[in-house]
């Protein structure tokens, strides 16, 4: 599976650099704190969010004037926060000891936006992400109990949806501001079939981009 997305990584790149000879390719870098959480797991976990902060790159294919097709890397760190109950030796509770499931996903985007004419322009966006799972563990705040790693599956497809504004500062540089939520399609399941999470992101993105 690793094999398949650097494979997949490879051919967008290719693919990108034989548009970078076009005036129609842009290129960008941008930075995104988002709320980060999960949905559709067990309700008797109680997991609550947390934020957290996503950085990436994009290049923008210019179909036209109004229409983009962009892909990209991005780092995201998704998960949740809870709680467990500590007990003693009688059996009852004394505390609870919050942990963090913090999963840390390289996601490669891949998505069309629609964004109107002028100076400032108006957008939305829709695709979606394969994300692959590059590092997970169960932080724990406390010392009641040691952090561990958890062992989830590597990869995630994800629903992108966002919209904002852009700024044309002049013909090289645009300046963006918007909201963008990645929903997971795809379940994060343990090894050994005891959890299972969906992740979903949202936050506002700042974007910087470079017309070539």
């Known amino acids: 599976m690793l094999r398949t997305i650097l494979i997949?990584?490879?051919?967008?790149?290719?693919?990108?650099?034989?548009?970078?000879?076009?005036?129609?390719?842009?290129?960008g870098i941008g930075i995104k704190p988002i709320v980060s959480s999960v949905h559709d797991t067990d309700p008797d976990?109680?997991?609550?969010?947390?934020?957290a902060l996503s950085l990436g790159a994009a290049v923008d294919y210019k179909l036209s004037n109004k229409l983009l097709l962009s892909s990209g890397l991005e780092y995201e760190k998704k998960g949740a926060r809870g709680e467990t109950l500590i007990f003693n030796d009688q059996g009852f509770s004394t505390g609870a000891s919050p942990y963090r499931f913090n999963l840390?996903?390289?996601?490669?985007?891949?998505?069309?936006?629609?964004?109107?004419?002028?100076?400032?322009?108006?957008?939305i966006?829709?695709?979606?992400?394969?994300?692959?799972?590059?590092?997970?563990?169960?932080?724990?705040d406390d010392n009641a109990f040691p952090d561990?790693?958890?062992n989830f599956n590597e990869f995630e497809l994800s629903l992108l949806l966002g919209g904002g504004i852009e700024f044309s500062y002049n013909e090289r540089f645009d300046l963006s501001l918007?909201?963008?939520?990645?929903?997971?399609?795809?379940?994060?399941e343990s090894e050994n079939g005891f959890l299972h999470l969906k992740t979903d992101t949202f936050g506002a993105i700042l974007g910087l981009h470079y017309n070539l």
């Open 8 to 27: 997949t990584v490879i051919f967008v790149f290719f693919t990108l650099n034989v548009f970078c000879q076009s005036s129609s390719l842009r290129v």
């Open 148 to 150: 561990s790693e958890t």
């Open 178 to 188: 918007g909201l963008r939520n990645n929903r997971a399609l795809t379940e994060l």
């Open 125 to 140: 966006s829709l695709g979606c992400n394969l994300g692959y799972l590059f590092n997970q563990e169960l932080a724990h």
């Open 104 to 123: 840390n996903f390289l996601q490669l985007p891949l998505y069309a936006t629609y964004r109107s004419n002028g100076k400032f322009k108006f957008f």
């Open 45 to 51: 976990l109680n997991l609550d969010p947390f934020y």
